[in-house]
């Protein structure tokens, strides 16, 4: 392949190394059935989940480095974990927490959309996809040893948050800006991706704005370091709560609303915009 073609290809190649690396891996779990694996054991599930992380995410990034910036990699990648990055990091943190309460509301919002009359079915398909992944999390998510809970820290939590950010972030935010020359095109083009990848219609939005602040704190930043700080508290969030609740620790309903005071939503929501400005607004201006 050319390794001066053009980002958009570049894009489409990773693309299609993704979907080809899934496509094999979902022909190769009903084989792993056949041959006498329990394959819905929540061990085997988390095994089969850090596999298709790193096969999904990881291995067409390194291609894509290794077949056309192999010369820059680390630059490409934005693999700079200085001191400096670390201290960028709290504000992204910061910033991701305010952010909450609105993701919150826009997750409530999102849930009440409903389809027309005559795509009533579609969308019942929709929740009903929707019911089964979170009833596949849940199932993994159940267990009350400590063992248990460093595994889903490892596999749902740690794993996710590595493999997504160097496939959205690293790998297509990038092409994207090379691409389209525009870093808040290129960022809410990635995070609409990145949402519609979760294949949860009805939750489409809180994971849009994630998406929107993971990628202004990569491109702020220079560094992959804060989205993937952020990203991975935002995982081992639930995966605590879900621990702990399993335990009887805390007695809440963890699927329910925060619902917080639109006040203090909307006082949030300002801090956070303003910690993301201070952070990447220098990148941003330079990038004009």
Not at 5 to 29: D, E, K, N, Y
Not at 142 to 156: C, E, F, K, P
Request: contains cysteine; proline residues 5%.
């Amino acid at each position: 392949m050319n390794r001066t073609a053009h980002p958009f290809l570049q894009l489409l190649a990773m693309l299609a190394i993704s979907f080809g690396l899934v496509g094999v891996f979902s022909v190769l779990i009903p084989v792993a059935a056949a041959v006498g694996i329990d394959v819905s054991s929540p061990g085997n599930m988390l095994v089969m989940q850090a596999i298709s992380q790193l096969l999904s995410f990881v291995l067409p990034v390194v291609l894509l480095v290794w077949l056309f910036h192999r010369a820059e990699w680390r630059g490409f990648l934005r693999l700079d974990f200085s001191r400096g990055k670390w201290l960028f990091a709290l504000g992204g943190l910061a910033a991701w927490v305010l952010m909450m309460p609105l993701m919150d509301w826009s997750g409530v919002w999102n849930d009440g959309w409903h389809l027309p009359e005559s795509l009533r079915v579609l969308e019942d398909m929709l929740r009903k996809i929707g019911e089964l992944a979170q009833a596949a999390l849940e199932r993994l998510l159940g267990g009350t040893g400590v063992g248990r809970l460093m595994s889903n820290l490892l596999v749902i939590a740690l794993i996710p948050a590595l493999c997504e950010e160097i496939f959205f972030r690293a790998g297509m935010q990038n092409l994207m800006l090379r691409w389209l020359k525009n870093p808040h095109v290129a960022i809410w083009l990635t995070a609409a991706v990145f949402s519609l990848f979760h294949g949860e219609v009805f939750a489409f939005v809180p994971r849009f704005l994630m998406g929107a602040i993971l990628g202004y704190l990569y491109f702020g930043s220079n560094s992959l370091l804060p989205n993937m700080l952020a990203h991975f508290l935002n995982n081992a969030t639930v995966v605590v709560a879900y621990w702990l609740s399993a335990r009887g620790a805390i007695d809440v309903d963890l699927e329910a609303p925060l619902a917080l005071p639109w006040p203090v939503t909307l006082g949030c929501t300002v801090a956070a915009v303003a910690i993301l400005c201070f952070c990447c607004g220098k990148n941003l201006k330079i990038s004009r």
